[in-house]
């Protein structure tokens, strides 16, 4: 096959831009092919060079899962990036084609930040209700965690006692078998009586 050498280079730059765009996450395709015709000068198309350039952009910006704008890092997941495509595709600026993504990322970082604040909302009001007593519940009593050496004490209590079935000496110090000290424990007609 013989062409021009610039025709070998852009195909490149085509495979390249492809790969780019196959890392996109696969909800933002349809909405970034459509976002990338904002750039297409009237008269001719995208040409490869800048397709891969704005794709690699793009794709780098998307998968960090932040933005960064005026000096202030916002998460921006998967989902903002949507809404942010979806309000720039419903109303592209005037003065098209663009030249680079600033005005979608101002529009990510206003998306990021609308949803930043709903979750910060929606925390303080969870926190709000939790904070509050319910009307008719009663408060549940607290419960304390007793130690190892506690419970065996009480078996051994509760062996001396006569309340238990003991298989071992109540003086036995150091680790006992859960099998033992189930073995120790009373029966339900010993509890009952």
Request: glycine content about 8%; overall charge positive.
């Amino acid at each position: 096959m013989s062409a021009d050498l610039a025709a070998f280079v852009s195909q490149g730059e085509n495979n390249q831009a492809l790969a780019a765009a196959l890392e996109i996450p696969s909800t933002l395709g349809p909405r970034v092919i459509r976002y990338l015709g904002l750039f297409r000068p009237p008269s001719r198309a995208l040409a490869a060079s800048k397709a891969l350039r704005l794709l690699t952009e793009l794709r780098d910006t998307i998968a960090s899962g932040r933005i960064d704008r005026k000096g202030v890092s916002r998460p921006a997941p998967v989902g903002v990036w949507a809404t942010a495509l979806d309000q720039l595709l419903e109303r592209p600026p005037s003065n098209l084609p663009l030249t680079g993504h600033g005005y979608l990322f101002e529009i990510v970082a206003g998306v990021a930040d609308k949803a930043d604040a709903e979750r910060e909302r929606a925390a303080e009001e969870r926190a709000r209700q939790g904070a509050k007593p319910a009307a008719n519940v009663t408060p549940a009593t607290a419960v304390r965690e007793r130690s190892t050496d506690e419970v065996l004490d009480e078996h051994r209590r509760l062996a001396a006692s006569g309340g238990a079935r003991s298989t071992a000496p109540a003086t036995q110090s150091g680790p006992r078998s859960l099998g033992e000290l189930l073995r120790q424990a009373p029966t339900n007609e010993e509890r009952e009586s």
